[in-house]
């Protein structure tokens, strides 16, 4: 098996099968009828992403193991996604600030895979590029409108942003497997992504009134599936159907 | 504030080109941005449209049904006013 092409498609797919789950969480109980509609669109787009991954991990790894099996009966240590992703839906202010700090990146890194020597990869970002656009549009203008609302909007989305910044910096740092796949051409250098991300965010940020955090400190580990606290509850409400009842089918 | 909810919007939606708007619902939105983006949302996910209008709810002037019988009853036994007299083209769709 290629080791490190089914460890690359991991990284990206679980980014998306955990942040799917966060908002999926908020099925019947957003804080509107019409934002609980979309936030589970959002988690319905990221599952339609993840399938493909995994579908294509399965068939890389070819042990018998199946998508499914591959998104729901992994052990903690074995998910590679980055630790922004994992973080809880506190308000939805920090819900909101969790999608936006994904998305830039999210969108960033979909139209470089799209250049990938990797032609499935390619094709899954390509589909995968438009819904994302949308995801940025509808994350940013919550974002502004937060910000740019009353004192306490502004002031909870300002505390989301200061708490959710240091786990950006992951987002840019290659792991052993992204060098590897970079140099036969599949991976992204997402380095390289860095500037244009703090950017867009900034933008958003200054657009919304909020202040840009300075904070230096960043904490990384996702992608080596070193977690956050949060993980583990994550996965028992994810995987619970599947532990309690092995092989179930509806 | 006056209120914690937010306004309530109507959304009409074009489901192919060629043909108008329709109502599709309403729903609430603070302002026109999040009234198209939850639009999308709610009502077009299942790819029912190509545009959407939405327009608060407040600014719709409504006929009052209590008026029913001076404003369209009249209308009932005049057949003439009505093209029932042509024959239509099998191409013209849509009428």
């Known amino acids: 098996m290629k080791e490190n092409l089914y460890n690359y498609i991991l990284q990206i797919a679980d980014n998306s099968l955990i942040l799917g789950q966060r908002m999926g969480e908020l099925c019947g109980h957003g804080p509107s009828l019409e934002t609980d509609i979309a936030c589970t669109n959002i988690s319905l787009d990221l599952f339609g992403q993840v399938r493909s991954y995994y579908q294509y991990a399965a068939k890389i790894a070819a042990d018998g193991r199946t998508e499914d099996d591959i998104a729901m009966l992994r052990k903690e240590r074995d998910y590679l996604n980055i630790l922004l992703v994992e973080q809880p839906n506190t308000d939805f202010g920090y819900t909101m600030a969790r999608q936006f700090l994904f998305d830039v990146y999210h969108l960033l890194f979909l139209k470089e895979l799209e250049k990938s020597k990797d032609l499935i990869l390619s094709a899954i970002a390509t589909k995968s590029i438009k819904e994302v656009t949308y995801h940025q549009r509808f994350s940013s203008d919550w974002i502004k409108r937060l910000g740019d609302g009353t004192e306490e909007s502004h002031e909870r989305i300002q505390n989301a942003i200061n708490d959710l910044w240091t786990y950006t910096d992951e987002l840019f740092r290659l792991s052993e497997v992204d060098e590897e796949m970079l140099e036969e051409g599949v991976a992204v250098d997402i380095s390289k992504l860095k500037n244009g991300y703090y950017q867009k965010v900034s933008d958003v940020l200054e657009e919304a009134t909020l202040t840009v955090p300075e904070s230096k400190y960043f904490q990384k580990g996702g992608k080596q599936g070193i977690h956050t606290e949060h993980m583990g509850y994550l996965l028992a409400d994810l995987q619970y159907m599947q532990r309690a009842y092995p092989n179930m089918e509806w | ?95």
């Open chain 2, 1 to 95: 504030m006056a209120t914690k909810n937010w306004p309530l919007w109507e959304v009409f939606v074009r489901s192919k080109n060629g043909l108008e708007h329709r109502h599709f619902g309403s729903l609430h939105a603070a302002d026109a941005e999040m009234a198209l983006e939850n639009a999308r949302d709610v009502y077009t996910r299942r790819n029912e449209g190509v545009s959407i209008w939405v327009v608060e709810s407040k600014y719709i002037t409504a006929s009052n049904p209590e008026h029913n019988g001076e404003l369209f009853e009249p209308a009932q036994d005049k057949v003439y006013r009505h093209p029932t007299f042509y024959d239509l083209p099998d191409e013209v769709k849509h009428m």
